[in-house]
């Protein structure tokens, strides 16, 4: 990413931690994430606690009258967010592997357009520390 | 220090916005700037002219329309979050064909990439939330 004299470029993080479903903070997080794709910044997701099902597969809100926002979370490559950290402890908690949520790549432009996983299963230890290195932590 | 502020609750369900506004007060009574205060999710709700609590109470969207008022601090509503929950300024009013509208003065109604702004100038970003 390019960081010239005028152009500041922050860490920024977005931390899920609840349910997809029930409370509206999963999907006006998302749209936070899709905005701020539009502005150069350093942009890392993380998904923790209850957060960690809004990844998972086979989503069905059919019987909720709800939208089902899950398939938006594939295009999050096409927005160059490609740093995408998922804590072990809350998937373990709940049952879930990392078999139970979508892939999510993105396509490298400094290695020929590769194919490339934007999931990084980390501890809870690991992920304090990738959160001290962040400038602005948003929490939902 | 410059300050940004990120509020996610509406008022009195939760402490949220109680916090945010005594923190945002006392910002600007040691000397420091808030570079502006974002409403995001039911945080929108703090914005309404339309709150009549009892009068034994403080009554939380006027505290914040006086600190716009006396300090001049820049009061945003998420156009998005605002607009799905029926907090509307005259001109959404306007656009959206309805017959009126409810922002509190000292409030304005902008969109998402004005807290992402606030991220990027603020050397602090303060979240107050659940």
């Known amino acids: 990413m390019d960081n010239d004299d005028d152009q500041v470029v922050k860490k920024f993080m977005y931390m899920n931690r609840k349910a997809p479903y029930g409370t509206i903070y999963a999907l006006e997080s998302l749209e936070v994430v899709l905005i701020a794709a539009a502005f150069d910044q350093d942009v890392s997701l993380v998904f923790a606690d209850d957060g960690v099902y809004q990844l998972t597969n086979s989503q069905s809100t059919d019987d909720i009258g709800m939208k089902n926002f899950s398939p938006t979370y594939s295009a999050l490559g096409d927005y160059d967010i490609k740093k995408i950290y998922i804590e072990k402890e809350s998937l373990d908690e709940r049952g879930l592997t990392l078999e139970d949520l979508q892939a999510l790549t993105y396509e490298d432009e400094d290695d020929d357009w590769a194919e490339k996983d934007s999931i990084h299963l980390v501890s809870r230890e690991e992920l304090a520390e990738v959160i001290d290195q962040q400038d602005v932590v948003f929490s939902f | ?130």
């Open chain 2, 1 to 130: 220090m410059k300050y940004g502020i990120l509020v996610n609750e509406g008022p009195y369900t939760h402490q949220a916005s109680d916090s945010a506004y005594k923190f945002t007060k006392a910002a600007i009574d040691k000397g420091h700037e808030v570079f502006r205060v974002f409403f995001y999710h039911d945080g929108v709700n703090n914005g309404t002219s339309l709150a009549v609590p009892p009068q034994d109470d403080r009554h939380i969207p006027d505290q914040w329309s006086a600190l716009a008022k006396d300090h001049g601090v820049d009061l945003v509503l998420c156009v998005a979050a605002a607009q799905r929950r029926g907090i509307l300024d005259e001109d959404e009013a306007k656009r959206n064909g309805k017959t009126s509208h409810n922002v509190i003065e000292g409030f304005r109604i902008s969109g998402l990439g004005q807290l992402i702004e606030a991220g990027i100038q603020a050397d602090r970003l303060v979240v107050f939330g659940d």
